[in-house]
């Protein structure tokens, strides 16, 4: 099929969030190209935790906010459609400490307070209610956990498949291995036109949800370079189906700085990471290295759930490296590049939680002309972009 010759919006990037954003905008109306320079959903999108939640974000109320919204929306979705359709699952999630952690303890029972006051159900559980939560969790008594029973998980490819069926039903154009090469712009700067290896393609605006890939793009679009976005790298290890307990289906998360964390996958396997290997990755990538930190996550697996030592864990165990964009500050930049009408940036760490909330927010923008409150503590400006 040749490439579009005109669309009114092109999407910059089809992971989860560009994805989420062309289908709304499709949704609107408008005739819509999304492009990716890979295949659709094949980087961050493909090898992220997948945990949706305001849980974890305590330090800005405005961004626990924007990712209730993302929370909020998925449900709303689920109940239009059903969760299976998009790979939605998961009973909320745990954080849990033992007695011999007093300061874990403590920035816990913290966390929940702020939670709490924001209106997020995050309840104080005790060592008998964890063990019904999660059955086969090895909690020693006197220990004290957090239950958020609002949080969920996703199988991401299910919902990538969705999104995509919908674009096509709704005549969208979705074209992957397909790189944007230069922006064209007027000269007072207003897009004109996404340019590619396979052709031109003219537009009246360009979103950009490029992830890591977003400030190179960034750059064809304003010319300047320096977007405050990094690339981190993490380490997940997926195992095969193992017999958990009837009615475990919840991440967990320890709160303590190893940041320990595991769910179920739609497969019936665990899906494990944590935040030290992720920084033993990222300081050392080699397959030593890999191998270490599976055989480590495998192993604290087996410490938190100790019947799983009846069946070799490890065996049939895989791993992948997610190479996540993490925007300076840690939160989503969203909005308008000043000096470039017609041009959006979505990129942000929180992708799974905050896709269909980024999607609807900024489409709300884009189809009106006026910025949702939202978003104004999240755009480009603060950067100076």
């Avoid at 560009?18 to 999304?34: D, E, N, Q, Y």
């Avoid at 305590?58 to 626990?64: I, R």
């Avoid at 702020?114 to 020693?140: E, H, N, S």
């Avoid at 938190?304 to 864990?313: A, G, Q, T």
Wanted: hydrophobic fraction near 45%.
């Amino acid at each position: 099929m040749p490439i579009p010759r005109t669309a009114d919006i092109v999407v910059a990037g089809s992971g989860i969030v560009g994805l989420a954003l062309a289908w709304r905008l499709a949704r609107s109306g408008f005739k819509i190209v999304a492009l990716d320079a890979g295949p659709a959903g094949g980087k961050i999108s493909a090898a992220t935790f997948a945990w949706i939640n305001g849980t974890s974000k305590t330090e800005n109320e405005a961004y626990h906010r924007l990712n209730r919204a993302g929370v909020d929306a998925y449900e709303k979705l689920a109940r239009q459609i059903g969760a299976a359709a998009i790979g939605l699952a998961g009973n909320g999630s745990l954080h849990w400490a033992g007695p011999e952690n007093p300061r874990l303890l403590d920035r816990m029972r913290d966390q929940g307070q702020i939670l709490r006051r924001w209106g997020y159900a995050a309840d104080p559980v005790d060592a008998p209610a964890m063990r019904r939560l999660a059955p086969g969790l090895a909690v020693p008594d006197g220990a004290e956990g957090l239950f958020a029973s609002l949080d969920r998980w996703i199988a991401v490819p299910r919902l990538l498949d969705w999104l995509k069926a919908q674009l096509a039903e709704r005549g969208a154009i979705l074209r992957e291995n397909c790189a944007i090469k230069a922006v064209e712009r007027s000269p007072n700067g207003e897009i004109r036109a996404a340019i590619t290896a396979e052709g031109v393609i003219p537009c009246k605006h360009l979103v950009i949800a490029a992830g890591t890939a977003t400030p190179d793009i960034v750059q064809m679009a304003t010319g300047r370079g320096g977007f405050p976005v990094e690339e981190l790298a993490g380490l997940l290890v997926e195992t095969p189906a193992v017999p958990v307990a009837s009615g475990f289906d919840m991440v967990l998360w320890s709160p303590d700085e190893a940041g320990f964390h595991l769910r179920l996958t739609s497969g019936s396997g665990l899906l494990l990471g944590a935040d030290d290997i992720d920084a033993q990755i990222r300081a050392d990538a080699s397959e030593a290295s890999l191998v270490s930190g599976r055989a480590a996550l495998i192993e604290r697996a087996l410490g938190w759930m100790p019947e799983l030592r009846k069946v070799d864990l490890g065996r049939g165990a895989s791993h992948r490296i997610g190479r996540r964009a993490i925007p300076a500050d840690g939160h989503s930049i969203l909005g308008p590049l000043k000096d470039t009408p017609g041009a959006y940036v979505a990129v942000t760490h929180s992708g799974v939680t905050l896709a269909l909330a980024i999607a609807e927010l900024l489409a709300e923008e884009i189809t009106t002309g006026t910025a949702p409150a939202a978003l104004s503590p999240f755009r480009p400006e603060r950067f100076g972009f």
